[in-house]
Structure formats: structure tokens, C-alpha cells
């Protein structure tokens, strides 16, 4: 990210000078500090963290406003401080949201600035408030900032919920039954699940459901992992995995089995993986890995196993194909097309952004201008940069690395 060379406002200034005076200590050895010294230190480190927090989250909320990243067709100023600082979307995107937060509850943003709560105090405090009708807020965030003193952020999450028992006791139980009502409801929109690759073969995940639904999916994978049907598709000499192994071995059989009918289109294509393999390696005479059009590679073995069930799509290098140039004859490109593009894009081909699912296929050369409907001249885009190369606000121009990078026009 390029440094501003002259800062003038002065939270540009102190910025600056934060840096440095950081920068002067990144080879200092700590050895020397006695323990009440470094006990000392690391508390006002955490203070001077939620400082920082605070600061960001309001530089974060402003670009936000100004729309930065625009000029680059970025869909948000979120998206283009994550493609800048290489972090996750998700964590970018709750700077930008803290920073708007903070406006509306000028107490907690004044503690955090002070340093005197921490972020995760603050984003509990701001929920809690927010929830309670507008006439009592105030006295209610005095409440939980005088609390976060002694408690950490999940007690204060404990206590937020029990807000009416210090502002209004009389309305405490009817407002306890109107929460409980508010979460019942609010499972299903809560419910949430993240895939993590950690890059050695192994995804992770972690997420919530309702009550219900963790019901009927234990219930099915109880039933997979049951002894009697194990003994009838493994036989009975075959060894019986017993708890979490069992369980995970069973979720992985429920996502295969899954009818592929059943699910809808994305991208205009059937929700299903596309594994590009050499025709040597299908048939076992190679050991080539097999591409996913997600940009995961399986093993050999694996690819053949796989492309023997449903829900897969086999797309062979080296075997016969169906032919991919249909000229004029059709404007939008048909389904092979869109396989053989998505599996060569690897993803959408703007600079910066970094989609691989639900992608559009762009004509190069417009067709309104005379492109042909092929592989050539198809290109993956994501929904928010196929709009904007539309947009003629935005000049957009392929690289020498085949990426699409965008300009906003003067």
C-alpha cells in the first residue's frame, strides 16, 4: 500500500509518527524489563490496540462514506481495504460496520478512544443498546460502560440482555419473553457455516443451525454411521469408526450422495464440480492430479472414484470433445462453453477480486460488436465487476497477465 508522502490532517499526522516510533522498535530486545515494567507495558499495549481500534474503525467508516475504491471498481470500500491489506473481507467489513456503529453511541466510542473498553466490549455494548427502545439507550450504555470495568465481554453480553432489570424492573419479565421470542425467530436468519482450506488436504468447518435442523442432521448421520448399515455396505469384516470419525466420514458420504437434480443453477450452470484430468490419468496409465474449478487439486484416485457417481462433471484433456466454437449462431454461450472458460479462468478475471462461484461469461469483443460466441472470446466475471464493465463510467483493459483491471474515467 503506497505511504501518503506528506500527511497533513492531523490523524494522518499521528498516524505517521505511530508508525515510526513503532518502526524504531522492532528490533528492541525486551529481556531487560523487570516484571512489574512489563506488566505495566502489556496493559497499556492493550489500551493503545483499542486506540488504534477505534481510530481505524472511524477512518474506515469515513472511506466507506466517500465510497473509496471506486475508481478501481471495487464493489465496496470494505473489499478494497481487504484486497489492499491482504485481510479476509469479513474482518474488513466489521471495521467498516464498528466505525458506523460508533457514530450513533458517542459514549462507547469516547471509552474505546480512551482505551478504557476493549473491541470485543464495545461491539457487545453497541448490540445491547441498540435492541432497547431509544428513550432509555442512554442510561443504558452509562450502565454497560461502568460494567465493562469488571467484566469481559461475554459477561457483558450476559448482562446486556438483562438491561431492563436496571432501567425499568417493572418491565424486566415482559421484556425477557419479547427477547426470547426475538432469538426463536432469529435462529434461522442467524444460522450461518464457514469452509476453511487450511492448504494440507483438510477443510474446516464451523458455523450454527437451528435446534432443529442439528437434530435432523445428527439423526442422519447416526443413521450412515449406524453398525447394521456399515456391515451392509462395507461387509462384516470391515473395521466400525466410532464417534467424531464416524461422524465426519458420514457427512462427507450425506454431501455425495446428495441428488445433484435437486439443486439450483449457478452461474447459469448446474451447482456440481467440474474436475479437469488428462485422459492418461482417468485411465490409470498416469498420475496427473485432477483441477477442480474451485482451484483444489485431488489426487488421481480420487478423480476417478468420483467421476464414477452423480454430481460430478468430467471434462477429459486429451479424449474426444464437444466442439466450442458456434461463431455467431447464438449470442449467450451454451454450457459446454461455460465449463471449458470457468475451468481455464480459475475464478473471476478482474484484478483484486477473488470469486469463484456463481460467475457470469463475458463476451471479450462485445458481441454487439462483432465477437463470436467462444471459448476465446468468453471471459469469467463475478456479478459486481461484469456490471461495471458495462458501467461507462468504468474504462476496463486486459493485462499482459490476461487480468481485467478497471479505472473510473475522469
Known sequence: MTAIATPR???????????????????????????????QTLTELSRAKAQIAELEARVAAHADDLHVGQDVAASSAANWLAHQTKQTRAETNRTVRLGHDLEAHQLTRDALAAGRVCVDQ????????????????????????AEAQHHDA?????LGKRLYEVIDPNAADADEAALLEREEAAAMKACRLTLRD????????????????????RKMLTAITAPKHQ??????GAEQLRGPEAMGQAFCSLIERYPVTQLPKLGGLNATLVVTITEDSLMGRAGQAGLLDTGDRISPGQARRLLCGAGVIPVVLGGDSVPIDVGRERRFHPKYQRIAITVRDQGCRAE??????????????????????????GISLCPWHHARIHDSAYEARTQPTGKVSFHRRP
Open 9 to 39: 490532517h492531523r490523524v494522518s499526522v499521528a498516524t505517521a509518527h505511530v508508525r515510526s516510533e513503532l518502526e524504531a522498535v522492532g528490533d528492541s530486545s525486551v529481556w531487560s524489563m523487570d516484571a512489574a515494567e512489563t506488566a
Open 122 to 145: 464495545a461491539r457487545v455494548i453497541v448490540q445491547a443498546v441498540d435492541r432497547i427502545p431509544a428513550d432509555v439507550r442512554p442510561r443504558a450504555e452509562q450502565h454497560l460502560l
Open 154 to 158: 461475554k459477561a457483558l453480553r450476559l
Open 198 to 217: 487450511d492448504g494440507h488436504g483438510t477443510t474446516h468447518l464451523r458455523g450454527q443451525i437451528p435446534t432443529f435442523h442439528g437434530a435432523a442432521l
Open 231 to 236: 456391515r451392509a455396505v462395507s461387509g462384516a
Open 352 to 377: 483484486g477480486c477473488d470469486r469463484r462461484l456463481g460467475l457470469h461469461t463475458h463476451h471479450e469483443t462485445r458481441w454487439a460488436d462483432g465477437g463470436k460466441t467462444t471459448v476465446d472470446q
